[in-house]
Nanobody, 124 residues
Framework: QVQLVESGGGLVQAGDSLRLSCSASGRTSSMFTMGWFRQAPGKEREFVAAIRRNGFNTDYTDSVKGRFTISRDNAKNTVWLQTNRLKPEDTAVYYC?????????????????WGQGTQITVSS
């Protein structure tokens, strides 16, 4: 099992930045692709970004490309999501997820472990 704990969320104004962290513990050797998803009030959870174990291959949903950056440090068992130029529509609970296969994927079912989420609220 892998336990994931997100942190770094908060209440910010449009245009601000936040850096989300996801710390992993447990059987971290089984973690390969890591992803960030988000769920806005009244909406389905959606893919935000993913990164392969090598730390180089990444994928982003179109709405965050150029504003968000996903990165990881395998030695620290940590994944980050740098969020810049935040918009009110970025308001959501952000979830970290870990997959046991090394495939970039936007599909939730590809991810086996999930954190509890951290809230980002962006005011206009």
């Amino acid at each position: 099992q892998v336990q994931l704990v997100e942190s770094g969320g908060g209440l910010v104004q449009a245009g601000d930045s936040l850096r989300l962290s996801c710390s992993a513990s447990g059987r971290t050797s089984s973690m390969f692709t890591m992803g960030w998803f988000r769920q806005a009030p009244g909406k389905e959870r959606e893919f935000v970004a993913a990164i392969r174990r090598n730390g180089f291959n990444t994928d982003y949903t179109d709405s965050v490309k150029g504003r968000f950056t996903i990165s990881r440090d395998n030695a620290k068992n940590t994944v980050w999501l740098q969020t810049n130029r935040l918009k009110p529509e970025d308001t959501a609970v952000y979830y970290c997820a870990a997959g046991t296969t090394d495939l970039l994927s936007q599909w939730e079912w590809r991810y086996d472990f999930w954190g509890q989420g951290t809230q980002i609220t962006v005011s206009s």
